[in-house]
Nanobody, 124 residues
Framework: QVQLVESGGGLVQAGGSLRLSCAAS????????AGWFRQAPGKEREFVAA????????YYADSVTGRFTISKDNPANIFYLQMNNLKPEDTAVYYC?????????????????WGQGTQVTVSS
């Protein structure tokens, strides 16, 4: 089954940008949904963005629409989260995830495979 590793987190000032990467191995992401989730201190894990690998259809949480973009590199089996105009409330551990169940709600936090997480801290 697919294994995922995130990278690209760090410290950035409000208004800045970061790009997170999620590298998949063990299996191609063909027929998968690939997503990004985040968990801030004291809060539940929440959906951020997702992409259907085969079609390229994308989905975003209202809180990030217009600021974040999810994209994919099919040959490299990598997907990204470009985060622009970052706000302090975006501070969280960000996780990438993937799932091949076609009836799973794409915004679900019950994806089957998860990365280890990468910290994003936005200072004011």
């Amino acid at each position: 089954q697919v294994q995922l590793v995130e990278s690209g987190g760090g410290l950035v000032q409000a208004g800045g940008s970061l790009r997170l990467s999620c590298a998949a191995s063990g299996r191609t992401l063909n027929n998968h949904r690939a997503g990004w989730f985040r968990q801030a201190p004291g809060k539940e894990r929440e959906f951020v963005a997702a992409i259907r690998w085969n079609t390229g259809s994308t989905y975003y949480a209202d809180s990030v629409t217009g600021r974040f973009t999810i994209s994919k590199d099919n040959p490299a089996n990598i997907f990204y989260l470009q985060m622009n105009n970052l706000k302090p409330e975006d501070t969280a551990v960000y996780y990438c995830a993937a799932d091949e169940r076609d009836r799973l709600l794409i915004t679900s936090n019950e994806y089957g495979r998860w990365g280890q997480g990468t910290q994003v801290t936005v200072s004011s």
